[in-house]
């Protein structure tokens, strides 16, 4: 069955980086595209970046551009999101989900999600 | 950019007929798919209804969706409510350059 597993969140001082990895397997990872969504704390949805099956589109939310960098390795199925210069309004569950179409299909799977705290 | 309104909550009591819109603020409805999303306490989100009106396997026919473009919004109904229903439900949809979640509806099943 279709499982994506989030994983490299915790707690991050204001300013530092980190990376989240999402790691796929039960589908033909290379053949769809992948968001990250995030849900701060009691709040709702907010999608956070896009990238095609083969890494070559890449999207971002004006909140994230030029912070964050979307990408993924097919020969691992794994996606990525590094994440610089963090805010304490970057604190969220952070959800990978696999698009069969990358801009125009829904997100027919997700994660379990990974927390990242941005804190002092 | 364009944002998707939806009411903060509703709720209804168990086999009514509950409707949820989602209104959006710029550009037609009609023009991008519309989704729905699920999302139970402590859960990750779910699809319930894709490309506007379609209903991917497993999820039960009492859940339909519905665009108008006279109100520019999209419509999600639930039927026959059961207590399993409660949760907090998100529409999506996108344009040229974003995607965009409403803000959520939270549905209270009592």
């Known amino acids: 069955q279709v499982q994506l597993v989030e994983s490299g969140g915790g707690v991050v001082q204001p300013g530092r980086s980190l990376r989240l990895s999402c790691a796929a397997s039960?589908?033909?990872?290379?053949?769809?595209?992948m968001h990250w969504v995030r849900q701060a704390p009691g709040k709702g949805l907010d999608w956070v970046a896009v990238?095609?099956?083969?890494?070559?589109?890449?999207y971002y939310a004006d909140s994230v551009k030029g912070r964050f960098t979307i990408s993924r390795d097919n020969s691992k199925t794994t996606l990525y999101l590094q994440m610089h210069s963090l805010r304490a309004e970057d604190t969220a569950v952070y959800y990978c989900?696999?698009?069969?179409?990358?801009?125009?299909?829904?997100?027919?799977?997700w994660g379990q999600g990974t927390l990242v705290t941005v804190s002092s | 950019n364009f944002m998707l309104t939806q009411p903060h909550s509703v709720s209804e009591s168990p086999g009514k007929t509950v409707t949820i819109s989602c209104t959006r603020s710029s550009g037609s409805i009609a023009s991008n798919y519309v989704q729905w999303y699920q999302q139970r306490p402590g859960s990750s989100p779910t699809t319930v209804i894709y490309e506007d009106n379609q209903r991917p396997s497993g999820v039960p026919d009492r859940f339909s969706g519905s665009i108008d473009s006279s109100s520019n919004s999209a419509s999600l109904t639930i039927s026959g409510l059961k207590t399993e229903d409660e949760a907090d439900y998100y529409c999506q949809s996108y344009d040229s350059s974003n995607q965009v979640f409403g803000g959520g509806t939270k549905l209270t099943v009592l």
């Open positions: 990238i095609s099956n083969d890494g070559s589109n890449k």
């Open positions: 989900a696999s698009a069969f179409d990358f801009w125009s299909g829904y997100y027919g799977h």
């Open positions: 039960g589908f033909t990872f290379s053949s769809y595209g």
